[in-house]
Every structure is written in structure tokens, then in C-alpha cells.
């Protein structure tokens, strides 16, 4: 499965961003795709994730407590895509953005894209 990532950029505090990660290869082994962040001298964090639903229950979605609210993760299955919609930016989500994918069956998200940079100014 490769990944390829979008959308970073340089944006004002409380604007927004939409970041794009498109997957390729093996997809159809994909269970669930998401975000995760890792901002300058701190660990890779989750952001968002959403996993996929079957055939008796809807897909499900988990964020980090600090983008509740703020920030957004849907799919075009068509096009292979999953969103993240970054509404009320702040300075503290400057990080790069990692998209990232878990195959069903694997307990751990094994495939990556390229980081995207997410810089908000003050």
C-alpha cells in the first residue's frame, strides 16, 4: 500500500487547512486510515483515525481530545481518499502530518506517507 499525502501549508491562527491522503496498491485489505502528528522535540501523536465499518456497523472515528470539535476526518471510497478538515486552527497544531494505514488484521497503522508540514502563526 503506498499513501501519498496533501494539503499542508502555512495558515493564521483560527483559520483552516484540508489535508488529503490518497491510498494505493493492496486496498482492499484497508481497515482503518487516519492522521497522526509529530510537532518539533515531541513523540508521534494520534489525530484522527477512522476505521472501517462492516457489513452490521458504520465506520467509527477517534480523535485526540485536543482537535475535538476543531477538526474533521472523512473518506471518498471512489476515490480512495480520506479528509481531514482542520477548522480553528492554533499555533500548538504546527506539526507534520503523517497519513497513515492499518490492514485488517494488523493490531498497528504499518504503512505511511511522506509528512506534510501544518505550520499555524500566531
Known amino acids: 500500500v503506498q499513501l501519498q499525502a496533501f494539503g499542508g501549508g502555512l495558515v493564521q491562527a483560527g483559520g483552516s487547512l484540508r489535508l488529503s491522503c490518497t491510498a494505493s496498491?493492496?486496498?482492499?485489505?484497508?481497515?482503518?486510515m487516519g492522521w497522526y502528528r509529530q510537532a518539533p522535540g515531541k513523540q508521534r501523536e494520534l489525530v484522527a483515525v477512522?476505521?472501517?465499518?462492516?457489513?452490521?456497523?458504520?465506520?467509527?472515528?477517534n480523535y485526540a481530545d485536543s482537535v475535538k470539535g476543531r477538526f474533521t476526518i472523512s473518506r471518498d471510497n471512489a476515490k480512495n481518499t480520506v479528509y481531514l478538515q482542520m477548522n480553528s486552527l492554533k499555533p500548538e497544531d504546527t506539526a507534520v502530518h503523517y497519513c497513515?494505514?492499518?490492514?485488517?488484521?494488523?493490531?498497528?497503522?504499518?504503512?505511511w506517507g511522506q509528512g506534510t508540514l501544518v505550520t499555524v502563526s500566531s
Open positions: 496498491g493492496s486496498i482492499l485489505r484497508i481497515n482503518a
Open positions: 477512522r476505521t472501517t465499518g462492516t457489513m452490521l456497523t458504520d465506520d467509527s472515528t
Open positions: 497513515a494505514a492499518k490492514m485488517r488484521g494488523d493490531s498497528e497503522y504499518n504503512y
